[in-house]
């Protein structure tokens, strides 16, 4: 395969140049469809990334399917190709853009980091939720061993908690 404003085909090919893939991504790439999928949550393969294999619905039109008034496009009477055609028709069509396609991605992408975070943050306030009834049920048994009044109340805050059980911590009797 070569590719180039001007070609100069060898008189004779000794060896090869490129592999079925690069050969389908040159197709892909001058047929502009984009390498990403139509809907990054699905996992159908209808919704997957198109390719110029794809297109050949459009471009080849025999007698039975034209003459057929139950089948607009080549192959579109079996489900596999019809779901393909509903998928990329829109892009075809110019009514969704590459740049459409990068976006869509961008926010799964972000919704997926969103989802890890919150996950992540609702661990950090479940082991402070076990960090503040551990220091509470300290101070309970501070109490219990005359080092703090048994009036004293409970702090409101985390830090004058943590401050109090330091104080009976380094011997400071509070009674």
Same mark, same amino acid.
């Given at each position: 395969?070569?590719?180039?404003?001007?070609?100069?085909?060898?008189?004779?090919?000794?060896?090869?140049?490129?592999?079925? *893939?690069?050969?389908?991504?040159?197709?892909?790439?001058? /047929?502009?469809?984009?390498?990403? %999928?139509?809907?990054?949550? +699905?996992?159908?393969?209808?919704?997957?990334?198109? +390719?110029?294999?794809?297109?050949?619905?459009?471009?080849?039109?025999?007698?039975?399917?034209?003459?057929?008034?139950?089948?607009?496009?080549?192959?579109? *009477? #079996?489900?596999?190709?019809?779901?393909?055609?509903?998928?990329?028709?829109? !892009?075809?069509?110019?009514?969704?853009?590459?740049?459409?396609?990068?976006?869509?991605?961008?926010? *799964?992408?972000?919704?997926? #980091?969103?989802?890890?975070?919150?996950?992540?943050?609702? /661990?950090?306030?479940?082991? /402070?939720?076990?960090?503040?009834?551990?220091?509470?049920?300290?101070?309970?048994? /501070?109490?219990? !061993?005359?080092?703090?009044?048994?009036?004293?109340?409970?702090?409101?805050?985390?830090?004058?908690?943590?401050?109090?059980?330091?104080?009976? %911590?380094? %011997?400071?009797?509070?009674?």
């Amino acid at each position: 395969m070569m590719e180039a404003k001007e070609v100069v085909p060898p008189r004779q090919i000794t060896k090869h140049t490129t592999n079925v *893939d690069e050969v389908k991504g040159m197709l892909n790439r001058l /047929a502009g469809i984009p390498n990403l %999928g139509f809907d990054p949550q +699905s996992t159908s393969g209808f919704k997957a990334r198109a +390719s110029f294999r794809d297109l050949m619905a459009f471009l080849f039109q025999p007698q039975n399917v034209v003459a057929n008034p139950d089948v607009f496009f080549f192959k579109a *009477d #079996t489900d596999e190709h019809r779901e393909k055609l509903k998928t990329i028709f829109a !892009y075809l069509l110019g009514a969704v853009t590459p740049e459409i396609l990068v976006v869509r991605w961008e926010i *799964d992408t972000l919704n997926r #980091t969103l989802r890890r975070k919150e996950r992540e943050l609702q /661990a950090v306030r479940q082991v /402070a939720q076990q960090w503040q009834t551990e220091a509470q049920s300290w101070l309970d048994r /501070a109490r219990e !061993y005359g080092l703090v009044p048994s009036d004293q109340p409970v702090p409101a805050s985390w830090q004058t908690l943590v401050d109090l059980l330091r104080q009976v %911590g380094h %011997g400071d009797k509070l009674v």
